[in-house]
């Protein structure tokens, strides 16, 4: 009789056992008892005061880079949220953790990806540099005001667009001027003489000539740090 109900217990055992994983292994829903609409769905909570979303882990760029060696093709896809970037010397995997952000990590090609970063560059709007009317006078121009003043409706005459509600010319507000780094990489060396950048966006500048021969042009880039 013992034998028995001790066979009966593993049974029952076993049963649960088989019953539990079966649900581990199933769809499930997260704030609601309803069924899910996919592997994992995480629904509204109706009646609470805890904030709806959902946060991936948050770790700073250094933590990230010591945990390297964790992460390889079986963590293709990862989800982390950066707090701070890598401070100084990244490795082959965290050289993209260049801000705070999410990233998700390429198990192809063993590489965090910043999420929604574009190319993390844009070209300067088109612009005529002031040159005045003396050859070797010391100039100097701000480029990040001129992006503003062209990007914004408000202040802006020549301002024109299909939406007459817009305020700005991208869905984004301008970047903050702390947000860029300025970079000139060519331009029209018998106009001007370049002379420096600085971290407010001035563009100085020395005048070559007084003339501005067809096809003279600067190239700025911005950098988005």
């Given at each position: 009789?013992?034998?028995?109900?001790?066979?009966?217990?593993?049974?029952?055992?076993?049963l649960?056992?088989?019953?539990?994983?079966a649900?581990?292994?199933?769809?499930?829903?997260i704030?609601?008892q309803?069924?899910?609409?996919?592997?994992?769905?995480?629904?509204?909570?109706?009646?609470?005061?805890?904030?709806?979303?959902?946060?991936?882990?948050?770790?700073?760029?250094?933590?990230?880079?010591?945990?390297?060696g964790?992460?390889?093709?079986?963590?293709?896809?990862a989800?982390?949220?950066?707090?701070?970037?890598?401070?100084?010397?990244?490795?082959a995997?965290?050289?993209?953790?260049?801000?705070?952000?999410?990233?998700?990590y390429d198990?192809?090609?063993?590489?965090?990806v910043?999420?929604?970063?574009?190319?993390?560059?844009?070209?300067?709007?088109?612009?005529?540099?002031?040159?005045?009317?003396?050859?070797g006078?010391?100039?100097?121009?701000?480029?990040?005001?001129?992006?503003v003043?062209q990007?914004?409706?408000?202040?802006n005459?020549?301002?024109?667009?299909?939406?007459g509600?817009?305020?700005?010319?991208?869905?984004?507000?301008?970047?903050?001027?702390?947000?860029?780094?300025?970079?000139?990489?060519?331009?029209?060396?018998?106009?001007?003489?370049?002379?420096?950048?600085?971290?407010?966006?001035?563009?100085?500048?020395?005048?070559?000539?007084?003339?501005?021969?067809?096809?003279?042009?600067?190239?700025?880039?911005?950098?988005?740090?």
């Open positions: 009789m013992k034998i028995e109900k001790k066979q009966l217990g593993m049974a029952a055992l076993l649960a056992a088989t019953f539990f994983t649900h581990i292994k199933a769809q499930v829903t704030g609601a309803i069924p899910p609409h996919s592997t994992l769905e995480v629904v509204k909570l109706t009646g609470s005061t805890t904030p709806d979303g959902i946060m991936a882990p948050q770790i700073s760029g250094d933590d990230l880079k010591a945990e390297d964790k992460y390889g093709a079986n963590q293709n896809g989800l982390v949220y950066v707090t701070a970037k890598v401070s100084a010397s990244p490795t995997k965290t050289k993209n953790v260049t801000k705070p952000g999410y990233y998700y198990g192809t090609n063993n590489v965090w910043a999420i929604g970063a574009g190319e993390g560059w844009f070209y300067m709007p088109s612009l005529n540099l002031p040159l005045g009317a003396t050859v006078a010391a100039l100097k121009f701000n480029l990040y005001d001129e992006y003043r990007f914004t409706r408000a202040g005459t020549q301002y024109m667009s299909s939406d509600a817009d305020a700005t010319a991208t869905d984004e507000v301008p970047y903050k001027r702390s947000d860029l780094k300025f970079v000139v990489t060519a331009y029209s060396a018998d106009v001007i003489t370049v002379t420096g950048i600085d971290t407010d966006g001035w563009l100085y500048y020395t005048v070559n000539s007084a003339t501005v021969p067809d096809g003279s042009f600067i190239n700025v880039i911005f950098k988005v740090k």
